[in-house]
């Protein structure tokens, strides 16, 4: 009888770098349980193997400096996201790794909350999901690509909905936790 040579088993490991900055005061961020969201997003939904990402969360006045710098855009934005990784566009599949960073704009999620009838909780979170769909390669420059995203999006802002609950994103004071 011939000796039967086992099967080696790779396991992949994946490598996670979250940075969460919170650089404004529009609103207390609950940054534990935003990470707790993003690595479910990266893990559980895109199902990717490893992400450098930095989320930085900041003011309108900080966001509309960026957006001229980087875009030569006046005015605050919701989003704006940059990729640093080396794959083009077209190139990225489900084992490619992310590398970029995001500005949030948390005062503009307030206002746009107002608009859509939503709390800002869930548009700082959906603002992070866009970014990630960026790094991914998604686009929304062109009315049918921006469809495919907003789709997307919709799916992914769905699923975190039925397993957060979204409002935990704003901290409380110990003083308020205590009432």
Known sequence: MAAVRPVPLTFYVSRFTLQLRNRQRDRRLNLPFLRRILRHVLTEQ??????????????AGEMARVNWRFLQHEGSTDVITFDHSNAE??????????HGEAFI????????AREFKTSWQSEVIRYAVHALLHLRGH?????????VMKCEENRLMRELERCFDLRELEKHSARETRE
């Open 89 to 98: 566009r077209g190139t990225r599949n489900a084992e490619t790794a992310l």
């Open 139 to 147: 686009d929304d420059l062109q009315p049918a690509q921006r469809r």
């Open 46 to 59: 895109l199902r990717l193997p490893a992400a450098e990402l930095c989320f930085h969360f900041v003011s």
């Open 105 to 112: 704009c948390v005062a503009d999620a307030v206002r746009q």
